[in-house]
Each structure stands twice: as C-alpha cells, then as structure tokens.
C-alpha cells in the first residue's frame, strides 16, 4: 500500500507569500499530500496555485479579522493546531515558524519538520515585539510576557513530537538547537532562480526590498542614506511605512507594495541590494545575486550563508558583510562596496545563486524523505 502524506503549514493567505510558502509549493510539486493549515484564504484566490483545491483548516477560520493576520488570536494557535486530526496518515510533514510542527502524532506516524525558525516571537525577538508593540506596557504588558512564557514551554514541549528536523540554514540549526536541543539536517529553502533576470549592466541606484517592520531595519537603512545621499529605492509594506516616508529625504524613492515583475525588474538593475536585518536565511539575498546584483547585507545569520564578502573571496565575491546594525557600519560597508565597484563579477553572483535552485532543494529534500521512512520501523 502507498503511504498517505499529510503537508501543515501554519496560514495560507494572498500576503503570505514568502520563503515558507515557497518551500510549501515546491514540497506539493513532488509528494502527493493532503494540506492542513490554521486558515486558508489562498484556495479562494484565483491567482494563486492552490486555488479551488481542498484544505483542511482551524477553527480560526471562522473568526472576525483572521484573512488580517491570524497571529491576532495568537493564544488560541498551539491549541488550534492540535485540534487538526490526521490519524489517517502515515508520514507527517511540517513546514513551521510557529506552531505547525505542533500537530499531534502518533508512534506509527512518521513527522518530518522543515523548521524556517523556532517561533520569533517567544524567543528572539521577544524584547523586540513588547517594546513595539501596544501589549508590551504596563499590565497589559505583564499579561502578555507571561503568555509568551507558556508559549516557549509549549513550543518546547511540541518540539518532542517531531521526528526528524530540517533547517533552512546552519543559523537556525543552531538555534533549534538551542531551544529544544534538537540536532537538524541543514536543506536550504529553493529560490526560482530561473525566474530572475540576469542584467550584468547595472544603473546608479541601491535597492531594499522587506517588509516595513522594526526587526526588518529599514529605517536604519534610509538613515544612512540620508547621511550619504545616494539614490536608494524602498520596495515594500508593512507597519512602519509611515515613519519611513517621514524620515526619509528627497534622495529616496519609496514605492510601497509591488507586484514580483516590478520588484524582479528593480532587483536586476540596481547597483547594488541593501539588506539590515538579522535573518535565518534571507531569500531575497539570494534573489538579488540571482540577477547579477550584488549585496551588502548585515552579516549575522542566513546572510554569513549565502554572501560572499569580496574582501575575503576575492573575484569571486558577491558582495560586502557589515558587523553591527548601526548606521556607521552601514556607510563604511557602502564605501567599501563603492571602493570594489567594478571588480564585481555578475556571472559569478548567478552561479553561486544557483546552489539554492529548486533543483536542489527538491532533490536534497526527497533524498531526506526517503531515508527517514527507510529508517522508521
């Protein structure tokens, strides 16, 4: 008898198309499995490439302002998600940054988790989310540090129901180790690499391409080019959109949401990509060297993965690494990337982008698959 897979990812909405939807897709393209997540709002879109197929859901689903962010009933996801029976399975895949890899299991199932992070919120970024966020002062503040106490000692105690871990990168092995000392087999997340221009010409103007909220450093950035005045163009949404249009000055053209041709046809022009943020992998590094583009990107986690510093590579560099989140260390490394201008190698970004294919993700993954069923009793 074929075994029956079973796929659950956390939420499934037209704003959540990121890395994790990525890996989701590809995962869909090669194992025939059924998918469950918190909600879903992309099996109704007629865009999207799971549109009128069957999804099981919470029920979150039904509530007020969940298609807006279901992490506003963030106390009701560890319960909603054990709510999901999947008896009827034999192998479990999970492809979690909160609570998917929580799913209840039992000891003939096998559960395989692509861990994009443990959960941000209840872990590193923890200080980060109370000091911006409304909840984060006063009793209201007491009252949610202490659900986010009872959502690590969940987080950690569902942790146990997994089999086997993947990491999207050795930074979040390492912290997966960290949090629920758990070892993880390192597959980096695919990239449509072929889906990018690749434009060796590049034009007089930097690019940042996130998400407008505070963990994402933007406003750092558009401080730094303030003080150098160089042309940056902002691509994105997000919380912090009003104070970023506040800050920034004339030399700065921010362009809010835009649909993937136009951030594709920015990317593979600009002289350079501009990334602040602490990520586990960062896709859009990535995608930026796909075209040819190279980086300058604060030079902790994923990034340390996927750039290659040119001080340190030589010709073939992709880009320039930065050591601290601070507006200094952001000019030196541009004048650094502006002194090595012309010594970097478009076709070399685009080889070392390719690693991260889908090609080999698909491949590296059905090769884990398959070896973690050959070795389940």
Request: hydrophobic share 40%.
């Amino acid at each position: 008898m074929p075994l029956k897979y079973a796929l659950v990812h956390e939420w499934l909405t037209p704003k959540a198309t990121g890395g994790s939807e990525q890996v989701v897709r590809e995962i869909l393209t090669h194992v025939d499995a059924d998918l469950y997540a918190l909600i879903d709002f992309e099996s109704s879109n007629p865009e999207s490439y799971l549109y009128k197929r069957q999804i099981g859901t919470t029920f979150l689903q039904h509530f007020p302002f969940a298609r807006k962010g279901v992490q506003n009933y963030l106390p009701l996801l560890p319960f909603a998600i054990e709510q999901l029976d999947l008896r009827e399975y034999d192998v479990i895949l999970s492809s979690s940054h909160a609570v998917a890899k929580g799913i209840l299991t039992t000891s003939d199932q096998l559960h395989i988790c692509y861990c994009h992070s443990p959960m941000r919120y209840a872990w590193d970024l923890t200080f980060d989310y109370l000091r911006h966020s409304k909840l984060g002062s006063g009793v209201t503040g007491w009252a949610t540090r202490y659900l986010l106490h009872h959502l690590r000692l969940w987080d950690v105690t569902s942790a146990n129901r997994v089999d086997y871990f993947i990491a999207n990168s050795q930074h979040t092995a390492r912290r997966i180790w960290r949090c629920y000392r758990r070892e993880a087999t390192v597959i980096y997340p695919p990239v449509d690499i072929d889906s990018f221009p690749f434009i060796p010409e590049k034009e007089d103007f930097y690019l940042t391409v996130s998400r407008l909220v505070s963990y994402k450093q933007v406003s750092l950035i558009i401080r730094a080019f303030n003080q150098m005045q160089k042309k940056l163009v902002v691509i994105g949404t997000g919380a912090e959109m009003t104070k970023i249009r506040e800050i920034a000055n004339s030399n700065i053209q921010i362009l809010g949401w835009q649909p993937d041709a136009v951030v594709k046809k920015y990317m593979a022009h600009a002289k350079g990509f501009v990334y602040a943020a602490c990520e586990d992998f960062g896709i859009a590094l990535v995608e930026a060297q796909a075209c040819g583009t190279p980086v300058i990107a604060y030079g902790v986690g994923g990034a340390k993965e996927t750039v290659r510093d040119i001080r340190d590579w030589g010709e073939t560099g992709t880009g320039v690494l930065f050591g601290e989140q601070t507006e200094t260390a952001l000019i030196e490394a541009t004048e650094i990337f502006e002194a090595y201008q012309g010594k970097f190698n478009p076709e070399y970004a685009r080889s070392h982008a390719n690693q991260f294919s889908r090609q080999i993700f698909s491949q590296r993954y059905l090769e884990f698959l398959h070896k973690c069923i050959e070795q389940k009793p």
